[in-house]
């Protein structure tokens, strides 16, 4: 059998965006200025090796509040909060950074003044994925969950007055059909000004669409908690070109690779750059004498830290990397 690969084409952008980037500099400087140990409520992002090189330098991650010790200093993941956690960190006197992404923040904020004036909610989102739980804990009811387009017969709202949000890291297809199907069956629903997914996963799937027919296989370097990660995964097999999702360089197998010597590669958007270079380096071993480079959506998204980290309350984050 013929395991050796040729070449690598590179999905432009790839990796981690600047929600993902601001979240990370947010624990990082907290460290610097504050010592360890900082608490981190959940992962700030879901990547294995971020989480671990946080982790070296004095970051805990918890679950639940009762493990963060008083007078502790508490970031909220970039996944966003119910609004019970942020109540509970607020009366136990907690230093609070909200490392909530700035785009899941504006869905909350979206379902707090539409609440105000009466609205009920349809999500439509993954049930247990930390944003989707962060999201619907905005209210304490009136939220219903639709997973896919099943779902949407069964929400019975009590009223008219009906909204929809999305959880920011879905397959952008996907979404849309279901979306269809809210429309179809609630035609009075309103829809967000700008849609909720963010444009990080709309880029990083539209860059899919562009490579998979290029190539023989589609890897997609994410850990098995990114959301995001696994739906490029997802559209590269719908799109008829075979692909695995790998945490690090050394979860690839030759044998995936006989008879598929052009490799598509790119990475979720919580997949630091380094992940990527070492799966490069891998792909190289096996025999890769080319690595080319998509041309694609150039990012430029800037979010600003949260007043008291730094001297500077803005830090600029490029969301593309090299």
Not at 147 to 152: F, G, Q, T
Not at 158 to 187: C, M, N, Y
Not at 197 to 224: E, F, L, W
Not at 231 to 243: C, F, I, S, Y
Request: hydrophobic share 45%; aromatic share 6%; net charge neutral.
């Amino acid at each position: 059998m013929n395991t050796r690969v040729d070449e690598v084409l590179l999905a432009e952008p790839r990796g981690f965006c600047a929600g993902v980037d601001r979240a990370i500099e947010i624990v990082e400087r907290a460290l610097q200025r504050y010592g360890a140990p900082i608490y981190v409520r959940h992962e700030i992002v879901h990547n294995t090796y971020v989480v671990n090189d946080l982790k070296a330098k004095g970051a805990i991650f918890i679950e639940d509040l009762a493990d963060v010790p008083p007078g502790a200093t508490l970031v909220f993941s970039a996944h966003g909060v119910a609004r019970s956690v942020r109540d509970e960190a607020a009366a136990r006197g907690f230093q609070v950074f909200d490392a909530t992404c700035p785009l899941v923040t504006k869905v909350h904020v979206e379902v707090a003044k539409l609440a105000k004036e009466g609205f009920e909610f349809i999500m439509i989102g993954h049930k247990g994925h930390p944003e989707v739980e962060g999201t619907m804990g905005q209210l304490s009811e009136g939220i219903y969950l639709v997973e896919d387009v099943a779902d949407v017969a069964k929400v019975q709202p009590r009223g008219r007055k009906l909204a929809v949000v999305t959880q920011t890291t879905l397959s952008v297809d996907d979404a849309a059909q279901i979306l269809a199907e809210v429309k179809r069956l609630f035609p009075h629903v309103r829809e967000p000004k700008k849609q909720d997914i963010c444009y990080a996963t709309q880029n990083r799937q539209d860059a899919v669409k562009v490579m998979a027919p290029q190539v023989d296989i589609v890897i997609v370097v994410g850990s098995p908690t990114s959301s995001n990660s696994t739906r490029l995964r997802e559209l590269a097999e719908r799109l008829g070109t075979p692909a695995h999702m790998v945490d690090a360089a050394d979860d690839l197998q030759a044998a995936w690779f006989d008879g598929r010597p052009r490799v598509g590669l790119t990475a979720g958007a919580s997949a630091p750059d380094i992940l990527v270079q070492q799966v490069i380096a891998r792909l190289k071993a096996l025999g890769a004498t080319s690595v080319r480079r998509m041309a694609g959506v150039e990012e430029t998204v800037h979010f600003p830290l949260p007043l008291g980290l730094g001297d500077r309350s803005m830090r600029e984050f490029s969301a593309s990397r090299s």
